[in-house]
């Protein structure tokens, strides 16, 4: 926690608030309510995205262990609380066009908000000494860990708007996980487990994220089995766009057992509840708990290219996060980009013991134009329907990776050969080679730039999908 601090500030220290002047988002709804939604998210994901690649920039100076604990501390918390924006709503021909602008003076009330939490926290903290109960003693650990996650939150934010005035926590989250685990005992069964766990969140309307593991966004059977129980166990919504609160877990494999975290976090985003389960291995051994695309997603993550002020974004029906469909179940894909360009998009497959990448065609035409999208101005910052997709056999995890720009592409799509067998345009290149030849082609162009030429931009984005068999 204090090296993760120190690396903070550094990043401060190379030039104060990350960007100059007001940021703000566009989003369009079909209701004043909606579009100041869509806006809202679009704000938040522009700060998620430009902090998490300054900070990922800024720790490759550092060692790979620091490196690892940011990348993490950021991943997890792509949902931020955002303080003090301003809307301008208009109404345009097809709803409403909303514009949502955060000023860099808001950072007090950030700071202050810090402040509140890490005062909370100290308060629990010192309650622990007059606390004799381990039962009681659990439940203010518990509330530690809440304070801790909004805590996180916030502050990315402050850092981002360039606060120089945050403290530090004198527990890790780390630490308070290891105390929580003195104080409880592993269950034997993972019912008996998840219904106890289940008692914690008495709300309504939870839309429940399968949990996942560090550097993944693979769904595991275990993940898998967990959602399946807890929609069961809980007052649970049927999409996310109903749901009150959200329940996302993260757990990690032991020596002893499996230790898996709960957090219900509001549609503020912000973190309402947070508990620790833990499970002795006969508990979980019917259930697969080891991703098997950690390398793989590593990869596709950490090699994110961004250019300028360029920022694609593709979601499902079911949201971007945690995505699990069975067999049978059908998405609808959608990309929004917040400037006129093209992109076209690569699906990275991993079933069973096959793997292939290849070029997903939206037109019935000659040449490299049909894996190509064109958003004209009229369609900016409007989410577009590519697509519905049917989960049908054979199951596994696909990988999205939508690469964008400002300017034609055609020069820049990978080359790929059909394969009569599947009807797919596959790369010939296995899944990591396949990254590397999209990224390279986009690397190699951007280099041969001249000074003082207008630059056209390139972005990339990805999104990852478990699909499994009903059974499963």
Do not use: C
Not at 147 to 155: G, H, I, N, T
């Amino acid at each position: 926690m204090k090296r993760l601090f120190i690396i903070l500030l550094l990043l401060l220290q190379w030039g104060g608030a990350l960007y100059a002047g007001d940021i703000f988002e566009k989003g369009y709804g079909s209701t004043e309510d909606q579009a100041r939604k869509e806006a809202l998210a679009a704000l938040g994901m522009q700060i998620y995205v430009e902090v998490k690649s300054e900070f990922k920039s800024s720790v490759t100076r550092e060692n790979q262990g620091v490196k690892e604990s940011v990348i993490k501390d950021i991943d997890i918390r792509s949902d931020l609380p955002l303080l003090g924006v301003q809307y301008q709503v208009s109404k345009v021909k097809d709803g409403y066009l909303a514009i949502a602008t955060l000023d860099y003076d808001t950072v007090s009330l950030y700071e202050t908000q810090v402040r509140s939490i890490k005062s909370s926290f100290e308060k629990e903290f010192n309650r622990l000494s007059k606390i004799d109960s381990d039962l009681d003693k659990l439940h203010v650990y518990n509330k530690l860990l809440t304070y801790l996650d909004m805590y996180l939150k916030y502050r990315v934010v402050a850092y981002f708007l360039g606060s120089r005035d945050i403290s530090d926590l004198d527990l890790s989250e780390g630490e308070i996980r290891s105390m929580i685990g003195r104080l409880t005992q592993k269950s034997n069964s993972l019912d008996a487990g998840l219904k106890l766990a289940a008692l914690e969140f008495d709300y309504n309307n939870i839309y429940v994220f399968p949990p996942t593991t560090k550097n993944t966004s693979e769904i595991t059977q275990f993940g898998a089995a967990v959602k399946g129980r807890m929609d069961v166990y809980l007052d649970t919504a049927i999409s996310t766009k109903m749901a009150e609160y959200f329940l996302t877990g993260e757990y990690q494999v032991l020596n002893d057992g499996l230790e898996l975290v709960f957090r219900l976090v509001d549609k503020e985003h912000n973190t309402i509840k947070t508990t620790i389960s833990g499970f002795v291995p006969d508990a979980y051994k019917d259930y697969g708990t080891e991703p098997h695309t950690v390398d793989f997603d590593m990869l596709l993550k950490s090699g994110l290219f961004l250019s300028g002020e360029l920022r694609p974004n593709i979601t499902t029906t079911s949201g971007s996060r945690d995505l699990l469909f069975y067999e049978g179940d059908s998405f609808n894909i959608t990309v929004k980009m917040n400037r006129p360009g093209y992109f076209y998009l690569v699906a990275h497959t991993f079933r069973h013991d096959e793997e292939y990448s290849y070029l997903v065609d939206f037109y019935d035409s000659e040449g490299d134009s049909k894996f190509l999208y064109f958003i004209n101005a009229d369609q900016v910052n409007r989410w577009l329907d590519i697509g519905e997709f049917q989960v049908v056999p054979p199951f596994g995890v696909e990988s999205l990776q939508l690469i964008a720009s400002t300017g034609d592409l055609r020069a820049k799509v990978p080359d790929t050969y059909y394969d009569q067998t599947t009807g797919l345009y596959k790369l010939g290149e296995a899944p990591v080679e396949a990254v590397s030849q999209t990224r390279g082609l986009i690397r190699k162009t951007r280099k041969q730039k001249e000074a003082g030429e207008e630059k056209t931009e390139y972005a990339e984005t990805t999104l990852t999908i478990t699909t499994m068999s009903r059974r499963d």
